[in-house]
């Protein structure tokens, strides 16, 4: 990383205009190594601005400076100044432009420096003057942090800790999944001690249901189908399905995780049917990656145990191509 710090010592040598921007449907990760990294730059005296494709739960925004962020659908000609006068765009939490939506092209038009921090595989790196790519880590917000400490611990404000803490404990499914190494739970130390209490702010992320979303996670649940012969769990929503529960952005968030409680099942998968795609959101135990499987049948990626993809058929001829492709695994197959 010796050469990244180099590049980025450069950066922040003298005050500039920095946009930081993020993927599209923003996650508690997306959200909280964004706001983090411009309290950061705000600290070493930096003019920041912060840009998202579109909304981003209401469980996310209590947090520091979230009411900042600019949303590109709702806020376009602000979104579209604050990249056009950028000397330097940091992007969080996506491995390539393509994955940040409508902010694609206008990032994609800028010739100032680019930066790259990110934990997804096979990155775009062409992309990026300089890069902190690490995919062995839990999240976006794990490297912000190790970036912060590089320059200083001082710089750990409260405000900061709460937002990195957010962004590690809801991209590891509140550390269930997608930790490789002790140092996460190393800097979850440091950053609960620095952060407000963690218990508020476990409460403040996955206490906050609606009545609607939890009778829609209810209703998901039972909607469940374990796939015959294989250790499979899939759950299809469509669009009618989830405005009869008054759908909010962030409601199915966690929806995918529930049938990996079954002892039998490998892979769970969540799909729901959007404006104009079908989304699929894909977790599993073990050594099967669903990174490949979504990177190879629906244009998606991710971790190993967590990623997503999506198609632009139907919901019932996505759910069919689904369950098509499990022939290939006999890995998925149940355990007799």
């Given at each position: 990383?010796?050469?990244?710090?180099?590049?980025?010592?450069?950066?922040?040598?003298?005050?500039?205009?920095?946009?930081?921007?993020?993927?599209?449907?923003?996650?508690?990760?997306?959200?909280?190594?964004?706001?983090?990294?411009?309290?950061?730059?705000?600290?070493?005296?930096?003019?920041?601005?912060m840009?998202?494709?579109?909304?981003?739960?209401e469980?996310?925004?209590?947090l520091?400076?979230?009411?900042?962020?600019?949303?590109?659908?709702?806020?376009?000609?602000?979104?579209?100044?604050?990249i056009?006068?950028?000397?330097?765009?940091?992007?969080?939490?996506?491995?390539?432009?393509?994955?940040?939506?409508?902010?694609?092209?206008?990032?994609?038009?800028?010739?100032?420096?680019?930066?790259?921090?990110?934990h997804?595989?096979?990155?775009?790196?062409?992309?990026?003057?300089?890069?902190?790519?690490?995919?062995?880590?839990?999240?976006?917000?794990?490297?912000?942090?190790?970036?912060?400490?590089?320059?200083?611990e001082?710089?750990?404000?409260?405000?900061?800790?709460?937002?990195?803490?957010?962004?590690i404990?809801?991209?590891?499914?509140?550390?269930?999944?997608?930790?490789?190494?002790?140092?996460?739970?190393?800097?979850?130390?440091l950053?609960s001690?620095?952060?407000?209490?963690?218990?508020?702010?476990?409460?403040?992320?996955?206490?906050?249901?609606?009545?609607?979303?939890?009778?829609?996670?209810?209703?998901?649940?039972?909607?469940m189908?374990?796939?015959?012969?294989?250790?499979?769990?899939?759950?299809?929503?469509?669009?009618?399905e989830?405005?009869?529960?008054?759908?909010?952005?962030?409601?199915?968030?966690?929806?995918?995780?529930?049938?990996?409680?079954?002892?039998?099942?490998k892979?769970?998968?969540?799909?729901?049917?959007?404006?104009?795609?079908?989304?699929?959101?894909?977790?599993?135990?073990?050594?099967?990656?669903?990174?490949?499987?979504?990177?190879?049948?629906?244009?998606?990626?991710?971790?190993?145990?967590?990623?997503?993809?999506?198609?632009n058929?139907?919901l019932?001829?996505?759910?069919?191509?689904?369950?098509?492709?499990?022939?290939?695994?006999?890995?998925?197959?149940?355990?007799?």
């Open positions: 990383m010796n050469t990244f710090f180099e590049r980025f010592d450069e950066l922040l040598a003298q005050p500039k205009k920095f946009t930081l921007a993020c993927h599209v449907n923003p996650d508690g990760d997306a959200i909280g190594s964004m706001t983090a990294m411009s309290l950061f730059l705000k600290q070493k005296g930096h003019d920041v601005k840009v998202a494709p579109n909304s981003f739960p469980f996310l925004q209590w520091p400076s979230a009411t900042d962020i600019l949303l590109f659908d709702k806020h376009q000609i602000e979104c579209q100044a604050a056009a006068d950028a000397d330097c765009i940091i992007v969080l939490d996506f491995n390539s432009l393509s994955r940040s939506g409508v902010l694609h092209n206008e990032i994609g038009k800028t010739r100032c420096p680019r930066v790259l921090v990110d997804h595989r096979d990155p775009d790196l062409s992309q990026f003057c300089c890069s902190y790519s690490e995919t062995s880590v839990s999240s976006a917000s794990e490297i912000v942090t190790e970036i912060i400490l590089h320059y200083g001082e710089y750990l404000t409260e405000a900061i800790a709460t937002s990195l803490l957010v962004g404990m809801t991209d590891t499914g509140a550390f269930s999944h997608s930790i490789y190494h002790p140092r996460t739970f190393e800097l979850c130390g950053l001690g620095k952060s407000i209490p963690y218990g508020l702010i476990h409460q403040r992320v996955y206490d906050t249901f609606s009545e609607s979303r939890l009778r829609l996670l209810g209703y998901s649940i039972g909607k189908e374990v796939i015959r012969d294989y250790a499979v769990a899939i759950i299809s929503l469509s669009k009618r989830l405005e009869s529960f008054n759908y909010q952005v962030g409601d199915t968030e966690g929806v995918v995780n529930f049938p990996l409680s079954v002892k039998e099942i892979m769970s998968v969540l799909v729901t049917e959007r404006q104009d795609h079908i989304r699929l959101s894909f977790r599993s135990k073990g050594g099967f990656s669903v990174h490949e499987f979504a990177r190879k049948h629906f244009k998606g990626g991710g971790h190993t145990n967590a990623a997503g993809g999506q198609t058929t139907t019932e001829k996505a759910v069919l191509k689904l369950k098509s492709v499990l022939l290939e695994y006999d890995e998925l197959r149940y355990e007799l």
